[in-house]
């Protein structure tokens, strides 16, 4: 089936602000597919339909697929291609807006996966949308631009390690898994592009207050140039401190140089006293 033809048929044009590039290149398809050990027993969350051709291939290995399609006028290219595959649902609204427990409780799974190949600046919303709704997901596996694959992977100690980082690797191991080209997308886009794998972290970091934590992280970053003397002055410094000297660290290295356990471990003492 060739999708270039069907979009012409039906006059779809291209919307930017959507971020439709769609990914044409087979192997690369198969790729993506590939990473999550998908099986008839999963669900799978599809945001960003766009014409279909990841989705093709998840519904093969699936025993369900959601799909989420904020443009309606793929409405009547994506009947047509998706005519055959009886177990994808298309939802075509923004993900954002949605209630996920509420959209796939007429399911039938044994583990949840999620598949994206979305713009930059939702794909952190959608991630923390999972999180904040309690949804049990097993695998995320999105592409984004490759800047972003970098920060969401980023170690500490390099520019693109940031609370974000900090926030996501808290709940998932983060991978890295390949490089795209620009070339296999059609329109071709501006930037290349990298997958990217979280996987349900097995064994999470003991917190005391995960709320505490997330403020904590999020306070030391405030101003990245600045010093956690700087960031953290409505902290117990003296604390602070004599936490990080255990790690051979002081208040005044900056927040790119704390490993997630280190912040663990201040958080969980912190908050042991309230
Ligand atoms: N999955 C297809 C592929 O790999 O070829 C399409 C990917 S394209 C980069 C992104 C798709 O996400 C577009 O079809 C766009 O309309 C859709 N999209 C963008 N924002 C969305 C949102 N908030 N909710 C649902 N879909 C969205």
Do not use: C, W
Request: charged letters at 30%.
């Amino acid at each position: 089936m060739d999708i270039k033809k069907i979009l012409k048929e039906n006059e779809f044009v291209f919307k930017k602000k959507y971020g439709q590039n769609f990914l044409l290149d087979q192997n690369i398809l198969n790729n993506i597919v590939n990473l999550g050990n998908i099986t008839k027993d999963t669900l799978v969350i599809e945001i960003g339909v766009g014409a279909a051709a990841l989705t093709k291939k998840i519904s093969e290995k699936a025993k369900q697929v959601l799909g989420y399609e904020i443009d309606l006028n793929l409405k009547k290219p994506l009947d047509k291609i998706l005519e055959e595959y009886k177990n994808v649902d298309v939802i075509y609204d923004d993900f954002l807006n949605r209630n996920i427990k509420e959209d796939i409780k007429k399911y039938q799974y044994k583990n949840i996966m999620v598949v994206a190949n979305l713009p930059y600046y939702i794909t952190t919303p959608i991630i923390t949308k999972f999180i904040d709704e309690k949804i049990n997901v097993e695998k995320i596996i999105v592409m984004v631009q490759k800047e972003v694959a970098d920060r969401f992977s980023a170690m500490p100690g390099t520019k693109n390690y940031n609370s974000l980082t900090i926030f996501l690797n808290y709940y998932f191991d983060v991978k890295k898994a390949f490089f795209v080209s620009r070339n296999v997308f059609y329109p071709k886009p501006n930037v290349d592009s990298a997958v990217v794998v979280f996987n349900k972290k097995q064994e999470k970091l003991k917190l005391n207050n995960e709320t505490h934590f997330f403020k904590l992280v999020k306070t030391a970053f405030t101003q990245k140039r600045k010093t956690l003397k700087n960031n953290l002055i409505d902290y117990d410094l003296n604390k602070v401190n004599n936490i990080l000297k255990t790690f051979n660290k002081d208040i005044n290295q900056r927040a790119e140089n704390i490993t997630i356990e280190e912040f663990v471990k201040i958080s969980n003492e912190l908050s042991k006293e309230k």
